[in-house]
């Protein structure tokens, strides 16, 4: 903390973070190097909806690369910088861009979303984007989360009337409720979004004032071809079933997820997670007999750890349209996206370490995802869509489907990070401002010449700010006790912020700022 004394007295120069998923962010560890060095030799990935008609893109199998470049970047591993920015440049392509139809694809989309949301906070990779190329970031983010707002919104016209559900593209291949490979993508996606814009209170902003018509104006201009396809569907195909612009923007508006709004964003991400890492440990359907012969691990039943406890992964033990399943296979389309998620809410300051709620799903992960290692070394045979599917095993996972680099997500930089006894922010740079304020900031920080400072000019307060986040200005006497009352609550904006009190109190006085969400 930095101190100067004045005519008015002591002034303390601090940030200090009410919201505790501020206070408890933290710069996480890079991805191993082998884990990068193989993430960059993966093909760049792309979207189109011509490419698959499922999920739009060209990585379903080997997605993954870009959040691990991402995550290597942002804890200060340089090696990946290049490949990264060449991936988000590729992205900014109007023929490469994602296509946001808030459905089935949003889970590969999270590859791109996600790592959108990384480099956002990584003002080493940020800054040497030009203007252009984050306008275009800017416009796929906002298109992912206005999509998979209206696709999981309680006031979604469809979820309403109970009725088959739509993409903005006409697509029926999805259900908000169905198994987590489309939960993670589509709420997942409302989440990051809230991330990469700054919080609930801009995210609401965004939703709340959207315009269908304008905004996909704005997407032909910029030359996004997929995304304007997307967004322009109904315009283009009168008859189909898609949701029209004024559906789209009724529904986004007040948005909640099963009654939950963005300010309860953890609400949110609790019922995520207690649904893709909620069954009970089992080695297979049956009580490990199986189904068919299939759906139930190929061998080492007996030393399976942690049978019966809650954590393993949705669907070694769900439904389908077609019966029962338990496929390893979708499970890694759950915890992919899951990860995903889960990384971009801690890198960007909103999981508040420590307390019950990421206790408790951080227990069930561990629970879930050791299951998924074991069950990977041991094979499994899968059972999906009717049919035993033949068994898969770490190989088949680390070959094509990305399992060599994804898994140091979790190995390397998460799982330490939540076994991590240390609950206060860091200040890895030594500058006095802590990490977590860093990056809400977009600071560096790994640079001691990055930091906040809180400057007064008689009653008048100065700071650096950013645009998208929320500022508290609190003051105290400091007698007979350093208690704080807030004097003002204001709306961040891009550069110099000043505030002046309007009625300095007599004798000495101290002051602090806040960071909202």
Not at 73 to 98: C, K, P, V, Y
Not at 229 to 254: C, M
Not at 321 to 342: E, V
Request: charged share 15%.
């Amino acid at each position: 903390m930095r101190v100067h004394a004045t005519t008015f007295g002591i002034i303390a120069m601090a940030v200090v973070a009410f919201h505790p998923a501020v206070s408890n962010a933290a710069v996480v560890n890079s991805p191993s190097q082998a884990a990068v060095d193989a993430a960059k030799t993966v093909t760049l990935i792309r979207y189109q909806k011509g490419i698959n008609s499922n999920s739009y893109t060209n990585g379903a199998w080997f997605g993954g690369a870009s959040i691990v470049l991402a995550t290597a970047s942002h804890a200060g591993n340089t090696s990946a910088d290049a490949r990264l920015l060449e991936q988000i440049r590729h992205l900014t392509s109007g023929a490469n861009a994602i296509c946001a139809n808030g459905g089935y694809p949003a889970q590969h989309e999270r590859h791109a979303t996600g790592m959108f949301a990384i480099a956002k906070h990584t003002p080493r990779i940020w800054n040497q984007l030009t203007a252009a190329e984050k306008s275009k970031i800017d416009l796929q983010m906002k298109a992912a989360l206005v999509a998979s707002a209206f696709t999981t919104s309680d006031t979604n016209p469809f979820i309403v009337a109970g009725s088959t559900q739509y993409t903005l593209d006409g697509d029926s291949n999805l259900g908000r409720d169905w198994n987590p490979n489309y939960r993670e993508g589509m709420v997942g996606g409302v989440l990051v979004g809230m991330v990469y814009f700054g919080g609930p209170a801009a995210t609401n902003t965004i939703l709340n004032t959207y315009s269908h018509a304008s905004f996909v104006a704005e997407l032909a201009v910029a030359g996004l071809t997929n995304t304007h396809l997307t967004f322009n569907w109904k315009s283009a195909n009168p008859s189909s079933p898609a949701p029209s612009g004024g559906q789209i923007e009724n529904a986004v508006r007040n948005y909640r997820y099963k009654t939950k709004g963005l300010t309860d964003y953890m609400g949110i991400y609790t019922l995520l997670v207690n649904d893709t890492y909620g069954k009970s440990v089992s080695s297979g359907l049956n009580g490990g007999e199986g189904f068919n012969g299939a759906g139930k691990i190929a061998s080492g039943a007996a030393n399976l750890p942690n049978p019966g406890a809650v954590g393993m992964l949705k669907e070694f033990d769900s439904n389908d349209a077609k019966g029962p399943r338990s496929s390893i296979l979708y499970c890694y389309d759950g915890y992919r996206p899951h990860q995903t998620n889960q990384l971009v809410l801690v890198i960007g300051g909103y999981w508040p370490k420590g307390k019950p709620e990421t206790l408790q799903a951080v227990a069930r992960i561990k629970v879930g995802n050791t299951d998924l290692w074991y069950k990977m070394n041991a094979g499994y045979i899968d059972y999906h869509g009717g049919q035993a599917r033949g068994t898969l095993d770490l190989a088949y996972f680390n070959n094509g489907h990305g399992f060599n680099y994804v898994r140091s997500l979790w190995e390397d930089v998460l799982l330490p990070y939540h076994d991590s006894a240390k609950e206060t922010d860091s200040d890895t740079d030594g500058d006095g401002t802590g990490d977590s304020t860093e990056v809400r900031l977009e600071l560096d920080p790994f640079s001691g010449a990055s930091r906040f400072e809180l400057r007064r000019q008689g009653s008048r307060l100065e700071w650096q700010g950013k645009s998208g986040v929320m500022f508290q200005v609190q003051r105290s006497t400091g007698s007979p006790s350093l208690v704080w009352v807030t004097i003002a609550t204001l709306a961040g904006v891009a550069g110099l912020n000043t505030y002046t009190d309007p009625a300095p109190p007599a004798g000495r006085a101290f002051y602090r700022i806040g960071l909202l969400p």
